[in-house]
């Protein structure tokens, strides 16, 4: 059996983000400092790194240098919008729209 | 990289919200933004895209969905210039004086398409061959504007006839031709922007002030039937399957049901 404290400090410590670089992916409707943290959505083959959310709005690909969590949160400046990062039901992070 | 107040922090996710608001309604923001897709470009698109051959039924297709892609524009130009007057604060003003520039864009990108095609006067064309449920959307749309109703306002022309177009013309550029397509392509990246002020922008007034929410859903049960109607009409011209009207419906109530309006 577990020690209860154990267990707990076992569930409250995170692992530490991982950071990435963002290089330029030719994303183009921002200016040209802040196209790093954008990229288009390319479909069905497109897949989310763990720094990336879509925004729900647009559907452009937000990145961030950091890796994202529930609770983080995203800026969409292609169409102006503040998001806030959560787990949607399915275990995918998603992006919800904070008015 | 840039030094100075508009300088990103390490992660742009850091900004503070307020600083985030003031730099993406910002003139600078909307001119270096659009030029970084519209530089070269000659009446919206590249001046060496090549024509595709069209069958004449094809071109008298296009024809009809560009003269009702023209009415929506004007209709969003007229809109837009009439909302800077009673817009709440000097953000949602700036903001609006760019997208009156970028309807004007689009209402000209898409005559001058016509006029590539072969008609030879737009306007009288759009006037003769533009949708009924588009002209009686325009008006509403002018009337909520003339009777300074910001909010009513700005969910007619922002959220309704926006997402719409968004909608649309995202559906179309899959299968344009190569000129109509880099056309499209440009508009839709400036619809992103007028989408999201338009949803931001009603999502903050509905959280302050809750009561206005009945009226919002009001104008919403008026204006369904005539964009859902302009949305199989001109879905039907573009040649896509009937199944697509369904799928671009259920894109443009995304940001409408976003707003907690069913």
């Known amino acids: 059996?577990?020690?209860?404290?154990?267990?707990?400090?076992?569930?409250?410590?995170?692992?530490?983000?991982?950071?990435?670089?963002?290089?330029?992916?030719?994303?183009?409707?921002?200016?040209?400092?802040?196209?790093?943290?954008?990229?288009?959505?390319?479909?069905?083959?497109?897949?989310?790194?763990?720094?990336?959310?879509?925004?729900?709005?647009?559907?452009?690909?937000?990145?961030?240098?950091?890796?994202?969590?529930?609770?983080?949160?995203?800026?969409?400046?292609?169409c102006m919008s503040r998001l806030v990062v959560v787990r949607g039901e399915t275990g995918v992070l998603e992006a919800h729209v904070s008015y | 990289m840039p030094t100075g107040p508009t300088a990103p922090p390490g992660d742009i996710h850091d900004l503070d919200p307020q600083a985030f608001l003031e730099e993406v309604h910002s003139f600078d923001f909307w001119f270096e933004a659009v030029q970084g897709y519209l530089s070269g470009l000659t009446h919206g698109h590249r001046p060496n895209t090549t024509e595709a051959a069209l069958s004449e039924a094809e071109r008298e297709r296009l024809i009809s969905v560009l003269c009702n892609y023209c009415l929506g524009e004007t209709a969003a130009l007229e809109g837009a210039s009439g909302l800077i007057v009673i817009a709440p604060?000097?953000?949602?003003?700036?903001?609006?004086?760019?997208?009156?520039?970028?309807?004007?864009?689009?209402?000209?990108?898409?005559?001058?398409?016509?006029?590539?095609?072969?008609?030879?006067?737009?306007?009288?064309?759009?006037?003769?061959?533009?949708?009924?449920?588009?002209?009686?959307?325009?008006?509403?749309?002018?009337?909520?504007?003339a009777g300074k109703d910001w909010e009513a306002a700005i969910f007619a022309q922002n959220v309704v006839l926006e997402a719409l177009e968004f909608a649309v013309f995202h559906g179309h550029a899959q299968d344009a031709d190569p000129v109509t397509k880099e056309v499209l392509q440009g508009v839709i990246k400036d619809e992103r922007r007028h989408i999201g002020f338009g949803e931001n922008e009603l999502g903050r007034r509905l959280a302050d002030a809750p009561h206005i929410r009945a009226r919002i859903g009001q104008v919403k049960k008026e204006l369904d039937h005539l964009i859902l109607d302009t949305l199989e009409e001109t879905v039907g011209h573009i040649g896509l399957p009937r199944s697509d009207v369904e799928r671009l419906g259920r894109a443009y109530l995304e940001s409408v049901e976003r707003l907690g309006f069913v």
């Not at chain 1, 069905?44 to 961030?64: F, H, Q, Y």
């Not at chain 2, 700036?94 to 306007?123: C, K, N, W, Y």
Request: hydrophobic share 35%; aromatic share 8%.
């Open chain 1, 1 to 78: 059996m577990l020690d209860p404290e154990e267990g707990d400090e076992e569930n409250t410590v995170e692992a530490p983000r991982r950071r990435f670089i963002l290089d330029d992916t030719g994303f183009d409707e921002v200016p040209k400092r802040y196209r790093r943290f954008y990229r288009k959505w390319e479909g069905p083959g497109d897949r989310l790194a763990p720094n990336e959310v879509i925004c729900p709005v647009c559907k452009v690909v937000i990145r961030s240098t950091r890796e994202l969590r529930p609770g983080d949160r995203v800026y969409c400046m292609p």
């Open chain 2, 89 to 145: 604060n000097r953000l949602a003003k700036i903001f609006l004086s760019t997208q009156v520039a970028d309807e004007g864009r689009h209402l000209d990108v898409f005559l001058h398409r016509l006029r590539d095609l072969g008609v030879g006067d737009p306007e009288a064309e759009v006037q003769r061959r533009g949708s009924r449920s588009l002209f009686l959307f325009k008006r509403r749309l002018l009337e909520l504007v």
